[in-house]
């Protein structure tokens, strides 16, 4: 049997280089696809950790995969061997409530690649040809890997049934923040981010937010008043920053009849009163994942709306795996977002 190399958590906090057979097309997984490159998003960063509660080990993490297909069997109708691709990390059941009403993200029986199952940081990996999602031509495999990020924002968008009446609260601009604030922007809503780095802030004006707000020196709850139409707070909040605290505060600055969309995965607890929903009749979505949102944000690049280039700030080759998860350990305020590259 022919073998490849991958990134494989053994368990928590143990990172292996590791062979493993490689894969072999079938009638369900009928498409190989060499891969090209894949982006380490927080959730990697969780699971190496042992910081995400739905992962199992041992591990082949990743689930932003972009690679090129080099082989694809006689049922694949969607892609050829050639082609540029994106893998959808989503597999579901097909038969359970939530399949059955079409939201597959969450599954009862839900298998996310590189979560429940191998996922992308490997040099070839088997999927079913429906999951494949053609690049544009223009874009760089490397920066592809931010397609699957802006899938996650817009599924967050669709959750929360943005309109230009919304006057948005983005809470927190790292990498899914900054994704959510270029897809919350297309509905014309008026968006506020809020962060504790100033950089990240700048780059958020820069980026179209409209008011920001620095968490350690300045008062959300004034700053929100000031800048929301008559002092109303926000129609819609966001949490990109899923800290322990974040949902408690999102439901005291939300305003009357908003919606608040969480997007977290801790398990700490963290105090919300019925009052504080009731009263204001909040809506509080989960938004997880993506419900087969690739081609809608692989049409936003191509149209321009959505602009992937530039935002990748480093990358790592894949066997050099234990430098790039030490060096994201260092939150370097450069960090942005790393991409591992597998062509040797
Ligand atoms: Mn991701
Ligand atoms: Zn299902």
Redesign the pocket.
Known sequence: MEKIKAIQIVKPEELRIIEMDKPVIDGKNNVLVKVKASGMCGSDVGIYHGQNAAATYPRVIGHEIVGEVVEAGPSAKKVKPGDRVIIDQVT?????Y??RIGR?NV????AVRGVHIDGGYREYIAVPDTDCYLLPDDLRYEDAVLIEPTTIAIQACSRAQITSEDEVLIMGCGALGSRMLSVAKLSGAKIIVADVVDEKLEEALKNGASHTVNLLKENLDEKLKEYTTDAYGPTLSIDCACTKDSLGTLIRVTGNAGRVITMGFSVAPTEVTQFGITSKELDIRGSRLQNRKFQEAIDLVREGKIDLHQKISHTFHFTDAQKAFDFNDTHDPSIRKIVFTFDN
């Open positions: 579901a059941c097909g038969h359970c939530a399949c597959p599954c009862q029986h839900l």
